[in-house]
């Protein structure tokens, strides 16, 4: 199947699944899942494979075994193709529109360890910074959730970098609220275009940190 464009439908069921999270809703709107949501958005992933490689599409169905929302449909259709040193990139459809990013999400300790010492290293911390600035202007901003409220042991709070010090992923991120461009065939390459920016972010984490060498953490 060829990408035709998402359609309004498309972030219309999320907006009205926040409110009709049920089982019931859901299976009288499956068919609408399926044509408006899933099926472009793998024939999306189709299309810019040769690129970037094939995709991880993740479930619609949230796990609540652990979890106090019991809520039995994610808010969100997602996908992210892990690429060199491990990073990733990744794409969310949702009422709010497409989310675009990609980096390290939930790195190993020794990679925040590094992460943090070259932030504070005058040395080197400029290609950081350049790096940040390209980002910021191709639209994509740092991940800030999950962030210290306080400095990392070691570090002070009127550290200059403080802000880069308390981050505790290695992300950016870059809503597209929804618009024509994304019901056109082209929206395909502007996905592409967005992947390549955060490919760019992605080759600075992994020449300056690399991967992981810690055991992955349960999950």
Same mark, same amino acid.
């Given at each position: 199947?060829?990408?035709?464009?998402?359609?309004?439908?498309?972030?219309?069921?999320?907006?009205?699944?926040?409110?009709?999270?049920?089982?019931?809703?859901?299976?009288?709107?499956?068919?609408?899942?399926?044509?408006?949501?899933?099926?472009?958005?793998?024939?999306?992933?189709?299309?810019?494979?040769?690129?970037?490689?094939?995709?991880?599409?993740?479930?619609?169905?949230?796990?609540?075994?652990?979890?106090?929302?019991?809520?039995?449909?994610?808010?969100?259709?997602?996908?992210?193709?892990?690429?060199?040193?491990?990073?990733?990139?990744?794409?969310?459809?949702?009422?709010?529109?497409?989310?675009?990013?990609?980096?390290?999400?939930?790195?190993?300790?020794?990679?925040?360890? /590094?992460?943090?010492? @070259?932030?504070?290293?005058?040395?080197?911390?400029?290609? #950081? %910074?350049?790096?940040? $600035?390209? =980002?910021?202007?191709?639209?994509?901003?740092?991940?800030?959730?999950?962030?210290?409220?306080?400095?990392?042991?070691?570090?002070?709070?009127?550290?200059? /970098?403080?802000?880069? @010090?308390?981050?505790?992923?290695?992300?950016?991120?870059? #809503? %597209?609220?929804?618009? $024509?461009? =994304?019901?056109?065939?082209?929206?395909?390459?502007?996905?592409?275009?967005?992947?390549?920016?955060?490919?760019?972010?992605?080759?600075?984490?992994?020449?300056?940190?690399?991967?992981?060498?810690?055991?992955?953490?349960?999950?």
């Amino acid at each position: 199947m060829s990408f035709a464009g998402f359609t309004p439908d498309t972030f219309a069921f999320f907006a009205e699944l926040e409110v009709n999270n049920t089982k019931a809703w859901w299976e009288l709107n499956k068919a609408r899942y399926e044509a408006s949501v899933r099926a472009p958005l793998l024939a999306l992933l189709e299309e810019i494979a040769p690129e970037f490689g094939v995709a991880k599409v993740y479930r619609p169905y949230r796990d609540t075994r652990f979890s106090l929302d019991k809520t039995p449909y994610k808010d969100r259709a997602a996908a992210a193709v892990f690429t060199t040193g491990s990073t990733g990139v990744y794409l969310e459809i949702s009422a709010r529109g497409l989310y675009l990013g990609g980096g390290y999400w939930m790195p190993g300790k020794d990679q925040i360890d /590094r992460f943090r010492s @070259l932030i504070d290293d005058v040395r080197y911390f400029g290609d #950081l %910074e350049a790096t940040v $600035e390209e =980002m910021a202007e191709a639209g994509f901003a740092l991940y800030q959730e999950g962030a210290l409220k306080t400095a990392p042991r070691g570090f002070t709070p009127d550290h200059p /970098r403080i802000h880069l @010090l308390r981050l505790k992923h290695m992300v950016v991120e870059r #809503l %597209e609220v929804p618009a $024509e461009w =994304m019901y056109q065939t082209s929206a395909a390459q502007m996905v592409a275009n967005h992947w390549r920016k955060v490919m760019i972010w992605n080759e600075w984490l992994v020449e300056n940190l690399g991967p992981s060498t810690e055991p992955p953490k349960p999950r």
